[in-house]
């Protein structure tokens, strides 16, 4: 084999296609909507290469039509997850001792398979059965998907460059190796690209992976799945096993061998995941690395120096793209009132204009939320709010689920800012603001620092420099993921890393390097060229 020392080029992030009237691409994506809407899928779990089918299905239906069934998947059982588990720990050894180039190659041929002929396999699964629109798919399930798999190869190659000085008389040497035991990678349902991440991150490091994918995601991860076969990654590295979070946590957290856990999802499920660790750590082989994204709750705080009418459109866009089930979209505002009249006007005109719908009519800018237990939470959110005289509905507050599980875009302006719709995470499309004297702008920076437990994205909307500076200082730990005069979504790979702490997660920022350096364990060795052959020193003379 070449024994170069390569390293991969800096990536140009993957061309977001438009899907305008009458483009290719917007052609063949509806032909792939209508293939997939008229067949029901088998989904097995795929255990060390294999498919493996438990006959205990759950049906995936559509969040725009639940009546719709897309596909039936077979859940795990025990004996299945034990063999998944087995299966990588047996994968392993030969999976690390591959040249990292090699395992990086696969990885990049996944790449260009979603950038070819899988782009519209993936995006349709994911818009049919996640309720995303063509857009949001098209950044999710195929760019950021792409984006991931290039960029780590890239990150990849800058980690393991990196070496300790040598002196004259020895040689100093820097062994990345990968965690010893496997990964188990639990993904959530609102981005596909972060499904692929959690598990092909901890893999391009050369550890082996147990990935658990959420049963509402289940049919674009299934098809990922089948893309990674398709670039030869080998039997056993990453382990595909659908089931109940319970069941799966069960078995895999109480393995000797559990090396990590790559996570996103809820502060309930991830707390949980490190207790019962910690729960077990005489048990370990090692202390398993813990990396997880969880809540938020997250703001735009406007200045009074802000153009009213971005803010309102990064308000719309911000916390209503996806129906608001974005980890990073904007759930709380906090808007000064002389500019609070123009900016209220600005977004109930653009909210006018929303429509909700199938995914399959691209005319809609939202869509259904994710599923019934959502709707609930979302409902009787909004039934709350209401119900509070302190409140007002600014728009929206509407629900319908007959046919899919659709909830308005909600506006709530609310009097107390530490209300609860100013500090519960509800991960749907509602968003609350607080109208603030423009005087207390300081105070109420201090206010928004302190009302919410987590510390994802914000944003701040000024024309100022001196109070965006200032808006920089106080709100130092309330956002991993901080930005002037946007909206506090769309993260790019690469040009963004992205993740908070305090309350939503470790904050270790997939997109970037230092998500994969969470997945080695580095071995210094030394080499000296001529050993000693006394004890004595110098000091010892007389």
């Known amino acids: 084999m070449n024994n170069a020392a390569f390293s991969f080029q800096i990536p140009v992030n993957e061309k977001v296609l438009t899907y305008a009237p009458g483009s290719p691409e917007r052609l063949s994506l509806q032909s792939e909507l209508a293939r997939q809407a008229a067949e029901v899928v088998e989904i097995p779990a795929i255990i060390d290469g294999r498919d493996v089918w438990s006959g205990d299905t759950v049906d995936v239906v559509m969040p725009t039509d639940h009546g719709h069934v897309l596909a039936r998947c077979h859940l795990a059982g025990e004996d299945q997850i034990t063999a998944a588990c087995d299966a990588a720990v047996r994968a392993q050894a030969q999976w690390s001792a591959l040249s990292w180039i090699e395992r990086a190659s696969i990885q990049l041929k996944a790449a260009e398979l979603l950038a070819g002929r899988f782009r519209d396999r993936v995006n349709a699964a994911t818009m049919l059965g996640q309720g995303k629109n063509v857009h949001q798919s098209e950044i999710d399930a195929a760019a950021e998907t792409i984006d991931f798999l290039r960029y780590n190869a890239m990150f990849a190659s800058q980690i393991y460059a990196q070496q300790p000085r040598s002196a004259l008389d020895q040689l100093n040497r820097m062994e990345y190796r990968p965690l010893e035991g496997f990964v188990l990678a639990i993904s959530p ?197 209401k119900a509070d005289p302190g409140n007002r509905v600014v728009f929206g507050g509407g629900s319908d689920d007959s046919v899919g599980w659709f909830v308005e875009p909600t506006v709530v302006e609310v009097a107390d800012p530490r209300s609860f719709l100013m500090q519960e995470e509800f991960f749907g499309p509602l968003l609350s603001v607080f109208v603030y004297d423009d005087d207390a702008y300081e105070d109420t920076l201090r206010l928004c620092d302190a009302t919410s437990p987590y510390g994802l994205t914000g944003a701040v909307f000024s024309r100022d420099r001196y109070a965006f500076v200032k808006a920089c200082q106080v709100l130092r730990y309330a956002a991993g993921n901080f930005y002037l005069n946007d909206k506090p979504t769309g993260a790019m790979v690469g040009l963004q890393p992205f993740g908070g702490a305090r309350g939503s997660g470790t904050n270790d920022k997939a997109g970037g390097p230092f998500n994969l350096v969470r997945w080695i364990s580095p071995r210094t060795i030394k080499e000296t060229f001529v050993p000693a052959t006394s004890f004595e020193y110098p000091f010892m003379g007389r």
Not at 191 to 220: D, E, H, Q, R, Y
Not at 332 to 356: D, H, K, M
């Open 189 to 385: 349902f609102n981005f596909t690209s972060i499904a692929s991440n959690l598990s092909n991150s901890p893999a391009l490091m050369g550890n082996t992976v147990v990935w658990k994918p959420a049963t509402t995601a289940v049919l674009s991860n299934y098809h990922l799945m089948r893309v990674l076969q398709e670039a030869g990654m080998p039997p056993g590295v990453i382990n595909f096993v659908p089931g109940a979070g319970s069941r799966i946590g069960r078995v895999a957290l109480a393995r000797p061998d559990l090396a990590g856990i790559h996570f996103t999802g809820s502060n309930g499920t991830f707390n949980h995941l490190w207790k019962t660790v910690a729960n077990h750590l005489e048990h370990y082989r090692s202390y398993p690395r813990l990396v997880g994204e969880t809540g938020g709750k997250d703001f735009v705080f406007a200045h009074a120096s802000a153009d009213p009418v971005e803010v309102a459109t990064a308000l719309v866009r911000g916390a209503f793209e996806y129906q608001g089930q974005k980890c990073s979209a904007a759930s709380r505002a906090y808007v000064p009132r002389s500019l609070w009249p123009v900016v209220r006007e600005a977004l109930t005109a653009q909210l006018a204009r929303v429509t909700l719908g199938d995914v399959r009519d691209f005319s809609h800018f939202m869509n259904a939320v994710i599923d019934r237990a959502s709707f609930a939470n979302l409902t009787g959110a909004i039934a709350r709010a």
